[in-house]
């Protein structure tokens, strides 16, 4: 994996290494978490956060999320520093991070992933109660057409609206308004902001699958340099980095964005690697599901040489064996061809025109 910088001087190249956050109390956690473990693994080095950049997705908070175009709505300004040199990794959401990165950027290291589950959080008046249990024609907060598709046809009972904003402006307006009775959004998000608390039930998998990369943070460094690669690699979690290709092979492959509902639960047991993925029309009503599974047990090769920039949907991860990337990212691949052989274009093709027209 390359020499890792040397020991016992103040910087890479004799300066600081500069990372790059958004403004959100979330974006500046996560962060802070990222070179939390960077100081802990290279005493010796000077990190320094840079905070730059109020993003498009957190400007333009009267629009649908799936309305103002794809998935570079929070990563674009924060790609744009990298690519002037002006910081040397940023630290992302994965679910936030595009399934092909732009040319020149690579996802240098994924860490161990919190709960990827969604969450739902009620309003204090309906404490204790679950979904099932919430008034008929109660109204859900949730700007994610993926989990309205998927609850919708769980809890008919239910309406869901759209409610946009960090998550403490969220969690604001479900507090001091009467219009949501319950909100949901990731656990995750909810855990590193120290709401755990506020967490009324856990969604798991036979209510709703979730989100590609959902729970897992990324760390985006400038593909070519080596030094900041070979640093950040030290971070990725070898069972989150598999499980995180499979998922984005398959949304790749089903060319699915944030405005059409494409879902997914992963696990990794034994050697095994299973992965579930679903796509869903906008009121839920049509579906297609399907699990498989594939051995990713392999040693790891030395591969130096013409391999050590391989990417696999976005991510580069040397200490990971290259054959398990591989099985991962075709067993996304194949999952996602066999519900395109059921019809899943079509299901997706309506799903995006009619969010188009929304």
């Known amino acids: 994996a390359g020499p890792l910088l040397p020991r016992g001087e103040n910087c890479v190249d004799g300066r600081a290494v500069r990372v790059g956050t ?5 974006a500046r956690i996560q962060t802070d978490s990222v070179v939390m473990m960077l100081r802990e693994l290279y005493p010796d080095l000077r990190f ?4 730059a950049m109020s993003t498009t997705g957190d400007k333009i908070l009267d629009t649908a999320l799936s309305k103002i175009g794809e998935k570079s709505l929070f990563t674009k300004e924060l790609e744009n520093a990298l690519e002037r040199n002006e910081v040397d990794l940023v630290v992302h959401s994965l679910k936030d991070l595009p399934t092909s990165l732009p040319p020149g950027f690579t996802i240098g290291a994924v860490c161990k992933r919190e709960n990827p589950l969604d969450a739902v959080v009620f309003h204090p008046k309906n404490c204790g109660k679950t979904l099932s249990l919430l008034p008929e024609k109660s109204v859900i907060g949730t700007s994610s057409p993926r989990r309205a598709a998927q609850l919708k046809k769980k809890f008919p009972h239910l309406e869901f609206r759209d409610i946009r904003g960090n998550l403490n402006t969220r969690l604001k307006k479900l507090d001091e308004k009467e219009d949501f009775s319950a909100i949901v959004l990731a656990a995750a998000g909810l855990k590193r902001m120290g709401w755990e608390n506020r967490i009324g039930q856990l969604l798991g998998p036979e209510d709703c699958l979730y989100a590609v990369g959902q729970g897992a943070l990324a760390v985006e460094v400038r593909a070519k340099d080596q030094e900041i690669l070979n640093m950040v690699s030290a971070l990725h979690d070898a069972d989150t980095v598999l499980c995180c290709i499979a998922e984005r092979a398959f949304m790749k492959r089903l060319e699915g964005g ?16 299973y992965l579930t993925g679903a796509v869903y029309s906008l009121d839920g009503s049509d579906s297609l599901k399907e699990t498989m599974q594939t051995s990713v047990t392999y040693p790891h090769q030395n591969e130096d ?10 991510i580069t991860a040397k200490n990971v064996p290259g054959q398990a990337q591989e099985a991962a990212e075709n067993l996304g691949v194949e999952l996602a061809s066999l519900l ?19």
């Open 22 to 26: 958004r403004r959100s109390q979330l």
């Open 48 to 51: 320094e956060i840079a905070v």
């Open 340 to 358: 395109l052989s059921k019809g899943a274009q079509h299901i997706l093709s309506v799903a995006r025109q009619l969010n188009d027209a929304r």
């Open 305 to 314: 040489g013409p391999n050590d920039d391989v990417q696999h949907v976005g």
């Open 258 to 273: 944030c405005s059409v509902p494409v879902a997914v639960n992963t696990l990794l047991k034994d050697g095994q690697l």
